[in-house]
């Protein structure tokens, strides 16, 4: 059975940074896909960025490149999300997800709140 395990979220202030972490269990990354996707309050499921297990990144063109970078290390099963110059529009349930784009399952989400 696969498990995907966020965590990280928290509140931060406008500008602020927070890296986001994902287990991942019960599924072979190798020649796959894992991405990180998000739902703010509101609005539908947004794409953020997937990684290939040979670490090849493609990102969502709605995030400049550069202020959300996604990584994995395999060795531990996990994917993270670093996110950068985090801005109130940010604010949003953040889970990360097999396969590629919105994927195909995903965890439970960890809460990003951009807030001063």
């Known amino acids: 059975e696969i498990h995907l395990t966020e965590c990280g979220g928290g509140l931060v202030q406008p500008g602020g940074s927070l890296t986001l972490s994902c287990h991942y269990s019960g599924f072979t990354f190798e020649n796959n896909w894992m991405s990180w996707v998000r739902q703010a309050p509101g609005r539908s499921l947004e794409w953020v960025s997937s990684i290939f297990s040979d670490g090849t990144i493609r990102d969502s063109v709605a995030f400049p490149k550069g202020r959300f970078t996604i990584s994995l290390d395999a060795a531990k099963n996990m994917v993270y999300l670093k996110m950068n110059s985090l801005e109130s529009e940010d604010t949003a349930l953040y889970h990360c997800?097999?396969?590629?784009?919105?994927?195909?399952?995903r965890g439970q989400g960890t809460q990003v709140t951009v807030s001063s």
């Open positions: 997800a097999t396969g590629y784009g919105l994927g195909r399952r």
